[in-house]
């Protein structure tokens, strides 16, 4: 399984002057810590007590289960450039 890349300060660093240092930064600085465990747990509970468990769960914000959603009808420049706005 491909692990997604992640984010850090010394990644900051590394990219120096780069376009993209300011992005990260922004994420690092404006991303919260995390969802509460007690909203995680209850995915799991749902999940291992279904008849019928889904592959995949998304737990998050209504906007970002939506964005979730609806990325595979929307083109790749426009889902892209929504998640570009969010970062700058």
Do not use: W
């Amino acid at each position: 399984m491909k692990q997604t890349p992640t984010v850090t300060r010394s990644k900051i660093v590394l990219l120096g002057n780069s376009r993209f240092a300011n992005a990260y930064r922004k994420y690092l600085d404006n991303v919260p810590n995390g969802l509460p465990p007690s909203a995680v747990a209850g995915t799991i509970v749902d999940a291992i007590g279904s008849a019928n468990p889904k592959l995949r769960y998304i737990n998050g914000s209504r906007r970002e289960n939506a964005d979730v959603r609806l990325k595979p009808y929307i083109p790749h420049k426009l889902f892209y450039s929504q998640v570009a706005k969010r970062l700058t």
